[in-house]
């Protein structure tokens, strides 16, 4: 474990950069798992992070110490800072300093859209977003494909929140949707408050796309005037709308119903 | 209209008090309303406010000034603020300037669980609390009930979050969550990934409870023994669990169409 004090350290500036620019996340192909929970999956599911980083506060910790040296024993560099410059890495207020650097990944774009899907078109809030994945990753659908204008799918905001269900997932992101729609291989289904179909009648049991959009102006119109059919999730109260990650989870799991049902 | 620029007026600093402290909003038993959206809702389903509040550069958008027009015809107070003492009353950034303060409900407590409702144990997350708002009042659900540790349902967030369903619903807040189950004339079902029976094998199409916990413990152990049954979720994927917020949506839903089947 290598201690480093100094605010001017060049890794350290590179760390905060990682820490606070999507940008920069982008360009250096690098993200930051913030907390225990991630960097324990990240170990279980996908290997090493390129860089183990720890608040000196935590060191005391069982579970962190644990990972710790499970990096160490795999030569994973480790590094420890003092208290006020971890913070300065971390989003988590008063959770515990532990952080992983890892590498994006590069998925390959499927050349047509035929398994199970998640269109998102210009959604902005990262707790939506990663709340999305989770769902998308517990109902089985594996594959996220999201437009120019989405929120960040590798940002340690969207990263918490989607609870490791990234590293089951596959991301792709500035995506043209009006393409993948075109050429579909599966309906490609959109939530409308005014659709003629509600969720519970349409076939769901082969595979489909949803398509979600924007939280306040929803879908853009072009996407969903080349969707295959527009549904609604139907309401018994006098609010006209869900929010769209509570949507996404109705329909995930309408589909897991019809799938697994006798 | 009554324009006022110091930061010393008393009024400035009672609301200042109120945008910042969930304490000061609990003793006052009043609130702060953000956005257009809101303010919009309460004039159309609740009433007039106790006070409306612009920010100066949003007196030239004309959704806001009809607002304000059908405030002052109806003797409500309206105050215009310079945009940085505005800024320090709201906590959306780039949003339309507009507040109502507004006197928060004091609901009679049921004396026994008899309608569908859903019961929080200590959830923290002001998103989840107001998107699970928003689904029970898009679901039909009309009762909640919060214990001591769940986060404040009255707080600006978490208003904003609920997009209006706070109008709708009847909300209970302190509540001893033991006693309301214990007694409880309908059942109460608690979500749990080790559960027997799926939420989609168990019949919904009457009143039930839904009962959900704190983010990361779930509910308190003593609460989950009270409740009539625990319902699974099935999942699919290789992620364990769904954020509660989705949980709760799922939930909510597959009760709305087991109650709309044929």
Redesign the interface.
Known sequence: MKSITSRENPVFKELKLLATSSQARRKAARTLLDGVHLCQVYLD?VGLPTLCVVGEDSLAQQEVLAIVERCEAARVQCLVFPQPMYQMLSQVEHGVGLLFVVDTPRAEMPGRLSRSAVLLDNLQDP?NL??IL?????????YIFCSKGTAFAWSPKVLR?G???HF?LHIFENVDLQKLIDTAAIPVLATSSHAEH?I?DVDLSGSVAWLFGHEGQGVAEELLAAASRRVS???????????V??????CF??Q??Q???H
């Open positions: 599911q707790g990663g709340s989770r769902s998308a990753a517990a109902a089985g659908i594996e929140a609870m490791g269900a089951s509600r519970y999730i139907p309401h018994l109260g006098p609010v006209e709308s869900l929010n990650a509570a949507s996404a989870a109705v799991f309408e897991v119903r799938k697994t049902a």
